[in-house]
């Protein structure tokens, strides 16, 4: 018996693993249920008591011998394999994952509120469905009159058969509930989504995204209007892009015009984005109807404002030269991914 354990200590000693399996394999030949060491143990119950004495000993040490040695080696194997983790080729290249991009529209959107931030109007939001006094009446469209036919409207019919309720055509609403739910000054954006009853082309879309703004206080002119957003064209198309209004119609305001930019696209020169005249129009505004701040309970005779409504679409279209308005819905990555920017 000792002759065993000599034998088994001198290879446990010289036992060296290369990996987990030859360790596995060490593991069962000495110390699993039917290894070497339980052999032993099985020996030693056959010996007599004088033996008894001094092998017991002997053979608890071995087996305490052989279980460290497992431990350690076991220890040491586990180190060695995140060792060898470390060791990868730091320097080869990780997988790609791809990074997602903003929607064009929500870049220019974006950077449409940037502009009128720095100029001190904030952001404010209104509901997308909406009811006839905030989308027609308090601007100033009488109930039967023609204006209304400006713009297709989806109207909502309820369950009592009345339809006084749309999605908003446009995002002057938000001006409506602006100035009912406040006092003056106001100076705003109103970014959002409407829609119209329009059949789907390159040209028109059901829905479309617009960004209003309103700014009423004392003594607002129509020269703050103009310098307003001569500052806005420069900051979004360049230094140099050139403006001119020209008289137009809108019943929430009086006088109202639409605002032309110098092509972005040929500089003035003439193309086919301005139909070779060498302006494009990107907005409508004027001076708030005075009707229109007394139905939203502002005192005409001490207050007046301006205000313009632009689509962020045709804003859009113009910077990017983007021909087809269907492209903004189609979720094309092939397209959406040629807006990719470090801004996430
Ligand atoms: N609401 C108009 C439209 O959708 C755009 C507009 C024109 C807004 C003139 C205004 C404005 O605030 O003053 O066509």
Redesign the pocket.
Known sequence: MQEKIDQYTAEINAFSPANADELEVFRIKFLGTKGLIKDLFEEFKAVGPEEKRVFGKVLNQFKQMAEAKYAELKDGLDSGLKAQDLSLDLTLPGDGFEVGSRHPLSLVRNEIIDIFKRLGFVVAEGPEIEDDWHNFSALNFPQEHPARD??DTFFIRKGDGSDDIALR????SV?VRMMENGKPPFRAIMPGR?YRNEAISARAHCFFH?V???YVDENVSFSDLKQTLFHFVQELYGEGTKVRFRP?Y?P??EP?AEMDISCTICKGDGCNMCKYTGWVEI????M?DPNVLENCGIDSKKYTG??????IERITNLKYVIRDLRLFSENDVRFLKQFQTDII
């Open positions: 400006m713009q055509t446009h995002t002057s001006q409407v617009q209003e703004g309103l137009s809108f929430f305001t109202s907005l409508g505004c004027g708030v301006f205000a313009f409504g632009m689509g």
